[in-house]
């Protein structure tokens, strides 16, 4: 099987287990500038060095999708984490799978970590979904569940949806032609937008098990202190 591969360093193990398979071939893996913190993508650069596979930070056009599977003959788009909307509508042969760090349809949108915290959900988990013309809004193909400890961090939640992610890589691939065949319509669900500076801030009047929250749902070094007390 031949793939394109679109994604950082969150959810790398899934493009090492995807190239380590000898019945995968990755044509190009496609990333993007990360902030260095939160998103990086110095693990998938190796893994591209090490298994001699063409990276980029540039965002596909619709012309080299269509090359990719008009004239490469790619078999399938494997996306998980990638930052921009991949063009599949204009490409009638397209293929893809997303992974996608909740437990969808709850939970779209760009970066459902923070909210998983601040919600104080008990269960969270990872999709793979077909990818479709909106975001995260394809059929679901498989779920992995996990539960939320009342502690979690960023970096502990982090943790559990790689490991998942990976988990759902491997049965995913070993059975893709019987999971897309059976794939299920998403509902309804939510959106969560990008968390604002009102949600990532401590104020001084801030509750104790408050600022507890904020800083698991954060890590202290994106978190905003404020001199004030909240709705001054």
Same mark, same amino acid.
């Given at each position: 099987?031949?793939?394109?591969?679109?994604?950082?360093?969150?959810?790398?193990?899934?493009?090492?287990?995807?190239?380590?398979?000898?019945?995968?071939?990755?044509?190009?893996?496609?990333?993007?500038?990360? /902030?260095?913190?939160?998103?990086?993508?110095?693990?998938?650069?190796?893994? &591209?060095?090490?298994?001699?596979?063409?990276?980029?930070? #540039?965002?596909?056009?619709?012309?080299?999708?269509? &090359?990719?599977?008009?004239?490469?003959? &790619?078999?399938?788009?494997?996306?998980?984490?990638?930052?921009? $909307?991949?063009?599949?509508?204009?490409?009638?042969?397209? $293929?893809?799978?997303?992974?996608?760090?909740? *437990?969808?349809? /709850?939970? +779209?949108?760009?970066?459902?970590?923070?909210?998983?915290? =601040?919600?104080? =959900?008990?269960?969270?988990?990872?999709?793979?979904?077909?990818?479709?013309?909106?975001? /995260?809004?394809?059929?679901? =193909? *498989?779920?992995?569940?996990?539960?939320?400890? #009342? @502690?979690?961090?960023?970096?502990? =939640?982090?943790?559990?949806?790689?490991?998942?992610? *990976?988990?759902?890589? +491997?049965?995913?691939?070993?059975?893709?032609?019987?999971?897309?065949? @059976?794939?299920?319509?998403?509902?309804?669900?939510?959106?969560?937008?990008?968390?604002?500076?009102?949600?990532?801030?401590?104020? *001084?009047?801030?509750?104790? $098990?408050?600022?507890?929250?904020?800083? $698991?749902?954060?890590?202290? @070094?994106?978190?905003?202190?404020? /001199?004030?007390?909240?709705?001054?």
């Amino acid at each position: 099987m031949n793939i394109i591969y679109f994604g950082y360093d969150l959810f790398a193990p899934c493009l090492k287990e995807l190239a380590s398979n000898p019945e995968i071939n990755v044509l190009k893996v496609y990333s993007f500038e990360g /902030d260095g913190y939160f998103d990086k993508n110095d693990e998938v650069k190796e893994i &591209c060095a090490v298994k001699n596979i063409p990276f980029t930070t #540039e965002k596909i056009t619709v012309d080299e999708l269509k &090359c990719e599977f008009e004239q490469n003959g &790619c078999d399938l788009a494997f996306s998980a984490g990638y930052a921009y $909307r991949i063009p599949c509508e204009s490409v009638p042969v397209f $293929r893809g799978v997303n992974i996608h760090p909740s *437990l969808l349809p /709850d939970g +779209r949108g760009p970066w459902p970590f923070p909210h998983i915290i =601040l919600k104080g =959900l008990k269960k969270s988990g990872v999709t793979a979904h077909k990818i479709a013309e909106r975001f /995260d809004e394809g059929e679901i =193909l *498989l779920q992995a569940a996990f539960e939320v400890a #009342e @502690n979690e961090t960023y970096r502990s =939640l982090e943790k559990k949806a790689q490991d998942a992610a *990976l988990d759902l890589t +491997r049965k995913l691939i070993s059975d893709l032609e019987n999971y897309w065949k @059976n794939a299920v319509p998403q509902a309804k669900g939510e959106y969560w937008k990008e968390p604002s500076d009102n949600e990532r801030t401590i104020y *001084l009047n801030t509750s104790p $098990r408050e600022k507890d929250k904020i800083i $698991r749902a954060f890590i202290e @070094n994106f978190v905003i202190y404020s /001199d004030k007390n909240k709705g001054e």
